[in-house]
Each structure stands twice: as C-alpha cells, then as structure tokens.
T-cell receptor, first 112, second 116 residues
Framework: QKEVEQNSGPLSVPEGAIASLNCTYS??????FFWYRQYSGKSPELIMS????GDKEDGRFTAQLNKASQYVSLLIRDSQPSDSATYLC????????????FGQGTRLTINP | DAGITQSPRYKITETGRQVTLMCHQT?????MFWYRQDLGHGLRLIYY???????DKGEVPDGYVVSRSKTENFPLTLESATRSQTSVYFC???????????????FGPGTRLTVL
C-alpha cells in the first residue's frame, strides 16, 4: 500500500463548479498535511496546509482533515480555468527532520 | 531576489560524466531538500540537510552526493551520471521550529536533467 494515495485523474470539472480532490495516507502518526499545486513544467507551489481535524478555508480553497479516517481533501469553489493543474497531496512526519511524503497527484482540468 | 533558485535550469550530459546541480536560498531556512520527479513515481526525496554540515539520505540516495558548507547553498552532485538519473530535480527549503513537524516546504523552479 502506498503511503499517500490520490486518484490520478484526470478530473474534469466545469467552470464555476466545485472541484473535490481526495487523499488518503497510511501513517497514523502523521501530523501535518499539505496541498501543492503544480502547473505543467513548473515547480510545486504550496496552497494549503492543515494540522487539525476539521476544515480550513483560504479564499476559494478549503482543506478538510479527518485523522481518524486518515483522509484529507481539498475543495476548490467557483473553479476557474486557471485552476487547471496537478494537485499534490503531501503528508509530513518529523523523523529527524520534517519530511514530506507526496502522493502522485491528481490532474484537474476546468472546462470553460 | 529573495527566494530559492536553482541552476542550471536545463542540462544535457552524457553517461559517466559528473554533474552538479546548484540550489541557493535567501530565507536562511535551516532545512534544505533535494527531490526528483519522474512520471509514475511522483516526487521522491534524495537527500536532505538540517543545517550546515548536517546531511542525511532520503528515499533514493544512490548515485548522488550532497554537501552543505553554507546555510544558503545545497549542491547535488551526480558523480557518474546514468540514464536512469534523467529527471526533473527540485530543491526545497523550510524553517526549523524546534523539532515541530509543521514546517512548510517551498520549492525552487527545478532543473531538467537529461543523461544521454
């Protein structure tokens, strides 16, 4: 079983709709969770971090964490064509240093 | 400019040659990381460093060497490049918060390396 799993997609969502991206992880001691956005040919860009159970909102983005279910999600409201990218879920564990384990990413396409 | 930079951005080399990829950050972050990104494997940690002169192996360290004599620089050397090391390499950095696991990592623009 992979440590961090994401549906690779592609996920196609109409403009203006809500895009929902999901991620599960296997290590129960994980304490920090991140969502990165990566445009084609570019580097990962941190868009959300979440550390406690529940929801965290930042503009059109909402991260949701459920540690009991080992599940983290990202909702993008009012999706725009500029949101089309690959979204990487990363889970952090402190083992001498903050290490991130990445999922393989979900490719999201927003259709005008 | 402040931030994290990598050089070169693109590199083509031949099997057996030594290649060094540079990473420089201006945030004075304690931690620095090297990842490679390949189709089908996602981002994988090669080496990391907690501070100057402190480095440790990640998930895929074989064939790579790192050093960190200054906090701001973290070069990655491929001592004898192989075709399997063709990849996109990303450097990242994060602050240290006294052992907290909450440190966010910020990535450089990447180096696309092709080994012929």
């Amino acid at each position: 079983q992979k440590e961090v799993e994401q549906n690779s997609g592609p996920l196609s969502v109409p403009e203006g709709a809500i895009a929902s991206l999901n991620c599960t992880y296997s290590d129960r001691v994980s304490q920090s969770f991140f969502w990165y956005r990566q445009y084609s040919g570019k580097s990962p860009e941190l868009i959300m971090s979440i550390y406690s159970n529940g929801d965290k909102e930042d503009g059109r983005f909402t991260a949701q964490l459920n540690k009991a279910s080992q599940y983290v999600s990202l909702l993008i409201r009012d999706s725009q064509p500029s949101d089309s990218a690959t979204y990487l879920c990363a889970v952090g564990v402190f083992q001498g240093a903050q290490k991130l384990v990445f999922g393989q990413g979900t490719r999201l396409t927003i259709n005008p | 400019d402040a931030g994290i930079t990598q050089s070169p951005r693109y590199k083509i080399t031949e099997t057996g040659r030594q290649v060094t990829l540079m990473c420089h950050q201006t945030w004075s972050h304690s931690y620095m990381f090297w990842y490679r990104q390949d189709l089908g494997h996602g981002l994988r940690l090669i080496y990391y460093s907690a501070a100057a002169d402190i480095t440790d192996k990640g998930e895929v360290p074989d064939g790579y060497v790192v050093s960190r004599s200054k906090t701001e620089n973290f070069p990655l050397t491929l001592e004898s490049a192989t075709r399997s090391q063709t990849s996109v390499y990303f450097c990242a950095s994060s602050e240290s918060r006294g052992g907290s696991s909450y440190n966010e990592q910020f990535f450089g623009p990447g180096t696309r390396l092709t080994v012929l």
